[in-house]
């Protein structure tokens, strides 16, 4: 095989890599809107303390399941807005303030208490712009600096070929950098 061909060779590779990584990425973001997000945001604008408590219950075993319980999104540095942990315990405590058994109580103390309940919850899931509030890059998480490493690695490799080829073909031609 031939110089330029394995240069050719790798470059598709690379090309490949960093394709397969964002097509990676965008299928994991879908799997989290669809499974876990959208139970979120039901939950939150939902007038009805049931169907709010059924959508949380929903979006919290998505959450469970996927080990989304402790640890941080961020790969360098640890911040609040980060910590997975902090998320799911505000979540988990909500879900189990919402169980309390509202039939010893009054018709207007219950009804009190599902509105208090409601704004508890939206204030909880949704931030100041009214979108879910979630660690950043939580869809990828717990593999979040091995995504970071592939990706990064994908995008340098992608650059790295082509340039390899370039200097290659100049000098085939004579041309010398």
Not at 67 to 86: A, F, N, P, R
Request: positive net charge; aromatic residues 12%; glycine residues 6%.
């Amino acid at each position: 095989m031939s110089k330029m061909m394995g240069l050719v060779l790798g470059t598709f590779l690379s090309l490949f890599l960093l394709l397969f990584w964002e097509y990676t990425v965008i299928v994991r973001t879908i799997d989290f809107d669809q499974s876990c997000y959208v139970y979120l945001e039901r939950a939150a604008t939902s007038g009805n303390i049931n169907f709010a408590k059924a959508s949380l219950r929903i979006a919290l075993t998505y959450i469970e399941k996927r080990g989304m319980t402790s640890g941080h999104t961020s790969i360098l540095y640890k911040t609040s807005g980060e910590d997975v942990g902090l998320w799911y315990h505000n979540l988990s405590k909500s879900l189990s303030k919402m169980s309390v058994d509202i039939n010893k109580m009054d018709t207007k103390t219950a009804q009190s208490w599902r509105t208090a309940m409601l704004a508890q919850l939206r204030e909880t899931i949704l931030n100041r712009d009214g979108d879910v509030d979630h660690p950043m890059s939580i869809s990828l998480f717990p593999h979040n600096t091995a995504f970071m490493l592939w990706g990064l690695t994908s995008l340098v490799s992608t650059a790295v070929w082509p340039t390899l080829m370039l200097i290659s073909f100049f000098r085939r031609q004579g041309f010398y950098l």
